[in-house]
């Protein structure tokens, strides 16, 4: 067999990977865009989404309310598919508290909002830890999904397929959502200047507000489509957070396709050194943002931003 | 701005006879208020480690999120010189300083064209580089296991040398290094160098069309704060007796920009000092009441950067400084690009 049929479910792992991790980057990028805040809350709302489907979906882990009992009961694609549209509608209502808390940092120092959501990093881990404890839980996922096939003696994993496919939909469906409706077109000129959208007479805080609140949703989504592949544990967050601060540098802040892009190569980069090197998997990403910044500062795709301020 | 009762330009000023008083009497009365010994040696070696933090912080602006790997190489220099080398105490120390000095200088290198966010970014990548090279160098670092058995090294003055083994004696060389670096960097910090520091952290522009070569300012900043983060790891590996890999993730990376901001080491030259002490007692006494003392403690970080990001010694300067102020007319502004006074 040759080495490029062999590698061959590796780069379906890596692409899998890297679409989810840009996923996670464009719901960062927004917040950055519109609110010029570095989110660093944003991997434990990843892992939050993982813990509030977990509840929604398994009696293990999940409420101790009796009126879920009869929702319990229901097959798994149904509890799976309303986890997967509930939980994160429930984590982006729930981070508007975030904004809100945010908002005396705006127009100060980018370093206050970065510490502030710091600081939220902290709380929302620990309340997962205080909810939740400290164990690991697995995520149920319905049969049709998960397990693995066998192609010309290769074995895939299904359950990464169906997370690549969904990742690209989801991206499909953001980019749609940015380019082609109103709102993306409010969102897009508020992440361009603030002050002009405001003084067109549109709300700046309902608009931050309902960014901050969809960012954080796609970081819960990003967070239940990741939780069977890495497991549910409250110090998820920190994996998910970082490989989005990579693919933002690599991909160049405010540059859509230069995150999807970013997002696929470190995707790439993390599988294939996983598949030759298995213990240096998690380094490649962080040479190859040094590498790349070091001869192209601002990444891929990238223009004038807030992070050179 | 250097005329004589200005405590700007002078080697000791009243705040650092404070500090020698209240750190230097602390095994004295620590467990009379029902703390203990190794607590107050804890808190002097983050004390140091996060004064030479804040130099880059406070002074220079820079926002360095990697500097836990910096303090964890130390540790990990002081073991392997204690091992493969001489068993000296200065000689293991100066071993720390100076290779944690050179990854430090490595870094600086990558990240002093650098500022804000970016820079931010930077270091994250390169303290995640050096804690994964030293996770899987196990033969140089024991991996997950850390160095075990790194012993208290006497403190060996030629004619005579003082043993170290209790907690308290070795509390004693730690302040004694204190007192080294806290004089240093005070007069570090009102030296022309920390006056161009500050202005680098105000207008980073302005200062290079002066003519300032403003990477090499920031560079020697970045290895200076590194090698006192060295020497801070080598007292820390004394203290636990071995070197471990968890104090160079990025969580402890971000744990003492909290201290240091808790502090207020953005106002202040004291911020750090506060904050460590802060961080150990609120994890001491919230711990015993609670698991998740963190949430708490991360709940009153998020409610001060809202309110009140000048930290506790903006709160300190508003009410006792309010009440006992001289010269009015000299009173700091609240505005958060300034640079730390005293």
């Known amino acids: 067999m040759s080495t490029a049929t062999w590698l061959l479910p590796h780069l379906i792992n890596g692409v899998a990977l890297g679409l989810l991790f840009a996923l996670i980057a464009l719901g960062f990028m927004l917040i950055i865009g519109v609110m010029e805040v570095i989110n660093l809350a944003h991997g434990s709302i990843f892992a939050l989404g993982a813990y509030v489907a977990l509840a929604i979906m398994a009696p293990d882990g999940g409420l101790p309310f009796a009126f879920m009992e009869p929702f319990y009961a229901l097959p798994a694609w149904p509890r799976y598919a309303i986890a997967l549209v509930v939980a994160p509608i429930l984590v982006g209502a729930a981070c508007m508290l975030l904004e809100l808390c945010l908002r005396p940092t705006y127009g100060k120092d980018p370093l206050y909002g970065l510490l502030l959501t710091f600081g939220a990093a902290l709380v929302i881990e620990e309340m997962i830890r205080v909810v939740w404890g400290s164990s690991e839980y697995y995520l149920p996922i319905p049969r049709d999904i998960s397990g693995g096939f066998i192609f010309a003696d290769l074995i895939y994993s299904t359950y990464r397929i169906y997370a690549a496919i969904f990742a690209c939909a989801m991206i499909a469906l953001l980019w749609f959502f940015l380019n082609r409706t109103p709102y993306g077109a409010v969102i897009k000129a508020g992440a361009h200047d603030n002050e002009m959208v405001r003084a067109l007479g549109f709300n700046l805080s309902r608009l931050r507000l309902l960014v901050f609140a969809f960012g954080a949703g796609l970081a819960a989504i990003a967070g239940i489509i990741m939780a069977p592949i890495w497991g549910v544990r409250p110090v998820v967050g920190i994996d998910a957070v970082i490989p989005a601060f990579v693919i933002i540098v690599l991909g160049g802040v405010g540059s859509f396709w230069g995150a999807v892009t970013a997002g696929v190569l470190v995707g790439l980069a993390v599988a294939l050194t996983a598949a030759f090197v298995p213990d240096w998997s998690m380094i490649s990403m962080y040479l190859l943002l040094l590498a790349v910044v070091t001869f192209r500062p601002r990444g891929i795709a990238g223009r004038a931003s807030i992070l050179e301020r | ?342």
């Open chain 2, 1 to 342: 701005m250097s005329d004589a009762r200005n405590p700007v330009g002078r080697w000791i000023t009243l705040p650092i006879l404070a500090s020698f008083a209240v750190f230097g009497t602390l095994p004295y009365w620590v467990e009379a208020v029902g703390l203990y010994q190794y607590l107050g040696l804890e808190i002097m070696v983050w004390v140091i480690f996060a004064l030479g933090y804040n130099l880059l912080l406070g002074y220079g602006g820079l926002p360095s999120f990697g500097h836990g790997a910096f303090i964890g190489i130390g540790a990990y220099a002081f073991g392997v010189a204690q091992f493969h080398f001489i068993p000296n105490l200065w000689i293991c120390l100066l071993a720390a300083i100076i290779i944690t000095g050179l990854c430090g200088l490595a870094a600086a290198l990558l990240v002093s064209r650098r500022r804000g966010i970016y820079f931010a970014l930077m270091t994250i990548a390169i303290g995640q580089v050096f804690f994964f090279i030293a996770s899987k160098w196990t033969s140089v670092t024991g991996g997950e296991d850390g160095l075990l058995n790194i012993q208290r090294l006497p403190v060996d003055f030629g004619l005579f040398s003082i043993d170290i083994q209790d907690t308290a004696s070795l509390y004693y060389l730690a302040f004694a290094l204190y007192a080294v670096v806290v004089v240093l960097l005070w007069r570090l910090v009102h030296s022309p160098f920390g006056r161009i520091l500050g202005a680098i952290r105000q207008n980073e522009e302005r200062v290079r069309f002066l003519g300032y070569n403003v990477f090499i300012y920031k560079a020697i900043a970045f290895i200076l704060s590194t090698m006192v983060a060295g020497l801070a790891g080598g007292l820390f590996a004394m203290a636990q007796e071995g070197a471990y890999i968890q104090i160079m993730n990025l969580q402890w990376s971000g744990t003492v920009v909290l201290m240091t901001l808790i502090g207020g080491g953005l106002v202040s030259f004291w911020g750090p000092v506060f904050g460590v002490v802060l961080y150990f007692i609120a994890r001491d006494i919230l711990g015993a009441y609670t698991e998740a003392w963190l949430l708490w403690f991360g709940l009153m970080f998020m409610l001060l950067v809202m309110f009140k990001p000048e930290g506790l010694a903006g709160i300190w300067r508003d009410t006792v400084g309010g009440l006992v102020r001289r010269k009015p007319a000299a009173a700091p502004s609240p505005h958060p690009n300034q640079s730390p006074a005293e």
